[in-house]
C-alpha cells in the first residue's frame, strides 16, 4: 500500500512539472489513478464572475460532492477539488453554489454537465456582477459528463464505499491539476459574425416591426368603430409591446452575448415571448374564419371575442401560461428542464396546427370569393374583391412559412447541436427572426385600409339621407345601392367612380345577398373610416 502511494504521488509530481514546464495542460488533467493519468479533458472557466480566470494551477484530491449545494455545507473539504453532477443542482444561483464551496474550503469546483460544450454561461451573474467572488482564489469549472465519465464513474465508487463504511474495499485516490482553458463561447460572443446578426441586425428588425405594429394600433384606435376593432387592437398592441422588448433584448443583452441582464431576466426575454405569439396567431386565424363563415352561411358576422370565448381563454392559459410557467421557473434558479421541453413541443405543435389552418383557410377564402364574385357584372366590384383575397393570402401564406421556420428552430432544442457555439448562434438568430416574421405578416395580414375620399362618403351619405324623405321604397334601394358602394369602396384599394354601380347590379344582391352583404354588417354605419 505504502509504494502504491508513493507512486502516485511520484506520478502527480512528474505530471504537475511537466505541464508547468512545457504548458502542456490546459483545463483539467487527470494526475491520479495511473491508468488515467496523463489525460487532458476540456473543462472551461465556468463563468468571468467567478473565482481567477487565468495565471492559476490547482493541484488536488477531487472528491464527488452530491449533497444540496445550495445550502451551508457542513463537511470540511479543505485542500479538496469537489466535483459535483449538473443533474442535483437545487433553486439556487451559480454565486450562492460558488460561495458554499468556497466556505467548506474547497480549493477547486468542477461542474459536471450534459452540456457538449462547456461554458455557455460565461456571462451569467445574479444582479450584483460578481461582487461577491470575482477576488475569490477558488477555481470555478465546467466540462462534459461524457468526457469526463472515466473519472466521475472512480469518483461515484468512493462515494459509495465511504457511506457504506466498507473497511474491506479501499478509495482509489484521484488527483487533478486544473489549469486554464478556453471558453469557445467567451470567443463566440466576442466574433463580429455574432455581434452583427444577434445584437444589430435582429433589434433593427424587432424595431421595424414594433413600429408598424404601434402605427396601425394608432390608426385603428383612431377608426370608425366596427366589431372586428378589438381584435385588431388586440393583436397591434401585443406585438408592438413584445417587439419593443425582443428589441432591447437582442441590443442590450444579444441572449447570453453580454453581462448586462441578470439571469433571471435572460430567461424572461429569451423565450422570445412565443406564448403571446400563438394567442396573437390565434386571433389572427379566428378573425378570418370569421370571414369565411359570412361567405358561406351570409349572416351577420360576431367579433372574434364573442364568437371563440372558450378558445381565446384556453389558447391564453395554455401558450400564455407555458411562457410565463418557463421565465419564472427559470428566473427563480429552479429546475426547468422538462417545462422547457413540454413548452418547446407544445409550441411547435401549435406552430403547426395553426400553418394548416392557415394555408386551408386561405385555399378556401380564394375559392369562395372568386365564386361570389362571378355574379357581379362590375370589374371594379371584380378587382375589389380579388384584391382584398391576394391581399389577406398572400401575407396568410407569409405566416404559415414563418411558423414552419420558428417550429422547425424550436425543435432543434432537443439535439445536442443546439448547445455548442456554431448551434447556439443559429437556433438563437433563425427562431428570433422567425418571430419577427410572424409578428410582421400577422399584422399586416389585419392592415387592410382601403382609402376613399371623404368628398365621395358625403355625397353618397347626403344622397341617402335626401332619397329617405321622398318615400320608404325609394330610401330602401338607395340605402342598398349606398350600402353596396361602402363595400366596394371598403375592399378596393381605390376610390370606385359612382358610375360603375348600376341599378341591375344592386337588384341581383337583394334577391341573392352576396358575401359582401354580409361582411357589411360588420362596419358601422356612422363612420368615414371603414375598414375590416
Known sequence: QSTWGFSTMAAATFWCLLAAVFHLAQGLTVVAPPELAGRHIHASIMGKFFGPRSSFAVNGTAKLFLGNHCHKIKEDFSGLILVYRIQEQSSCSFEDKYLNFVEAGAIGVVQSSTFPVPGMVFNVHDGDKGKRTKHLSTVFLETNEDVFAPVLSILMDNYKIEHANDKKKE????????????????????????????????????????????????????????????????????????????????????????????????????????????????????????????????????????????????????????????????????????????????????????????????NRFHKQILTDTMRFKSTDYQTGLRAMVHHAGRWLLGTSVFLVIVSG?????????????????????????????????????????????????????????????????????????????????????????????SRSHTEDKTKRPSMMNSLFKMLPERSTNISI
Not at 446578426?197 to 383612431?222: D, E, H, N, Q
Not at 378570418?288 to 381563454?313: E, I
Not at 407544445?346 to 406552430?351: A, D
Not at 361602402?486 to 384599394?493: A, Y
Open 409 to 501: 428552430s424550436t425543435a432543434c432544442l432537443a439535439f445536442e447541436f443546439s448547445r455548442t457555439p456554431v448551434g447556439l448562434f443559429l437556433v438563437t438568430f433563425v427562431a428570433f427572426f422567425g418571430r419577427a416574421g410572424i409578428a410582421f405578416t400577422q399584422i399586416m395580414a389585419l392592415s387592410w385600409q382601403p382609402t376613399r375620399s371623404h368628398k365621395y362618403t358625403q355625397q353618397n351619405n347626403t344622397s341617402s339621407h335626401a332619397t329617405s324623405n321622398t318615400n320608404s321604397g325609394t330610401a330602401k334601394s338607395n340605402s342598398s345601392q349606398t350600402n353596396n358602394n361602402k363595400i366596394l369602396v371598403m375592399i378596393g384599394d381605390t376610390t370606385i367612380p359612382e358610375r360603375s354601380f
Open 171 to 362: 478509495v482509489t485516490q484521484v488527483i487533478l491539476y486544473l489549469t486554464p482553458d478556453r471558453n469557445d463561447f467567451e470567443e463566440l460572443f466576442a466574433a463580429w459574425w455574432y455581434i452583427i446578426p444577434i445584437r444589430i441586425v435582429l433589434p433593427i428588425i424587432f424595431g421595424f416591426v414594433a413600429i408598424v405594429a404601434a402605427k396601425y394600433f394608432v390608426v385603428t384606435w383612431r377608426g370608425g368603430d366596427n366589431l372586428m376593432k378589438r381584435t385588431k387592437l388586440m393583436t397591434f398592441g401585443v406585438e408592438s409591446v413584445t417587439m419593443a422588448l425582443l428589441c432591447f433584448f437582442c441590443a442590450a443583452q444579444g441572449f447570453f452575448g453580454s453581462d448586462f441582464l441578470p439571469y433571471p431576466a435572460i430567461w424572461f426575454f429569451g423565450t422570445g415571448f412565443f406564448g403571446w405569439s400563438m394567442f396573437c396567431t390565434t386571433l389572427v386565424a379566428l378573425f378570418y374564419r370569421c370571414l369565411n363563415n359570412a361567405t358561406r352561411t351570409l349572416t351577420h358576422t360576431r367579433d372574434v371575442f364573442v364568437a371563440y370565448p372558450k378558445t381565446l381563454v384556453a389558447v391564453f392559459t395554455i401558450f400564455v401560461g407555458t411562457d410565463l410557467a418557463i421565465g419564472s421557473l427559470f428566473a427563480v434558479y429552479a429546475r426547468g428542464d422538462l417545462l422547457l421541453t413540454f413548452g418547446s413541443g407544445l409550441f411547435v405543435f401549435g406552430n403547426m396546427i395553426s400553418c394548416s389552418f392557415f394555408i386551408y383557410q386561405k
